[in-house]
C-alpha cells in the first residue's frame, strides 16, 4: 500500500488478556518507530527499529511490552497481561533511513476493560 | 538526551489572524533534525517540515513559516491568516544520531482552535 498501515484499528480487550498490534510500513523504510498517545496527550516513544541495528527499547514501560520487526518491514507489538492504564492510541510510523521525516499510520485504538 | 517543549498547550485564535507556536529544543548532538507535524481531529499525524541544523534559513510555504534559530533552540511555526480548517495538534520533533540513535522526540504538542 502507499502508507503505513496498522491492524487492527480498534482492539478492546479484557484486563489480563494478551494482544498484538500490528504495522506494516511504507516499503523500503529502513526505521521504524512505536509510539502510544493516552487521550489527549502527546507521543510516548516506545520503540524504535533502525535497518538491522539492535532496537532501541528505551521507551517500553514495562516487561510486558514487547516487539519485533520481521525480515526488515512488518512489526508486531505485543502487550502482555493487559491493564486498564494500557488504553491508548498505539501509533506505528516509517521513514526513508534516519533522520528524514516519519510517516504514520492511522493508529490502533486498544481499549482494555 | 534531547528534549522538545512546547509552552503553549492550547492557543484560540480568530480567523485570519496570525499565530505563532512556539518550539524550544535541547540536544548535545551537533547534528540534528527538527519537525512539525499536524494532527488534525481525524488523528492521524501529518508531517509538515524537516529541517537540518545547518540551515537556518527561514521557510515559508503558503501560509506557513517556519524560524529556526540555533542561537536561542527554537524552532517557531507561524500560521499567517488563520483558517478553521488549521485547527489541529501541532507537535514538534527532534531527532539526532549521536545522543538518541536517530528516533524521534516530540514535544506535548499545541491544540490550536480557530474560531470562525
Known amino acids: 500500500g502507499a502508507g503505513v498501515s496498522q491492524s487492527p484499528s480498534n482492539k478492546v480487550t479484557e484486563k489480563g488478556k494478551d494482544v498484538e498490534l500490528r504495522c506494516d510500513p511504507i516499503s523500503g523504510h529502513t526505521a521504524l518507530y512505536w509510539y502510544r498517545q493516552s487521550l489527549g496527550q502527546g507521543l510516548e516513544f516506545l520503540i524504535y527499529?533502525?535497518?538491522?541495528?539492535?532496537?532501541?527499547k528505551s521507551g517500553l514501560p514495562s516487561d510486558r511490552f514487547s516487539a519485533e520487526r520481521t525480515g526488515g518491514s512488518v512489526s508486531t507489538l505485543t502487550i502482555q497481561r493487559t491493564q486498564q492504564e494500557d488504553s491508548a492510541v498505539y501509533l506505528c510510523?516509517?521513514?526513508?533511513?534516519?533522520?528524514?521525516?516519519?510517516?504514520f499510520g492511522q493508529g490502533t485504538r486498544l481499549t482494555v476493560v | 538526551a534531547q528534549k522538545v517543549t512546547q509552552a503553549q498547550t492550547e492557543i484560540s485564535v480568530v480567523e485570519k489572524e496570525d499565530v505563532t507556536l512556539d518550539c524550544v529544543y535541547e540536544t548535545r548532538d551537533t547534528t540534528y533534525y527538527l519537525f512539525w507535524y499536524k494532527q488534525p481531529p481525524s488523528g492521524e499525524l501529518v508531517f509538515l517540515i524537516r529541517r537540518n541544523s545547518f540551515d537556518e534559513q527561514n521557510e515559508i510555504s503558503g501560509r506557513y513559516s517556519w524560524n529556526f534559530q540555533k542561537s536561542t533552540s527554537s524552532f517557531n511555526f507561524t500560521i499567517t491568516a488563520s483558517q478553521v480548517v488549521d485547527s489541529a495538534v501541532y507537535f514538534c520533533?527532534?531527532?539526532?544520531?549521536?545522543?538518541?540513535?536517530?528516533?524521534?522526540?516530540f514535544g506535548e504538542g499545541t491544540q490550536l482552535t480557530v474560531n470562525p
Open positions: 510510523a516509517s521513514s526513508p533511513s534516519v533522520n528524514t521525516e516519519a510517516f
Open positions: 520533533a527532534l531527532s539526532g544520531r549521536r545522543t538518541s540513535g536517530s528516533r524521534l522526540t
Open positions: 527499529f533502525q535497518g538491522n541495528s539492535a532496537p532501541d
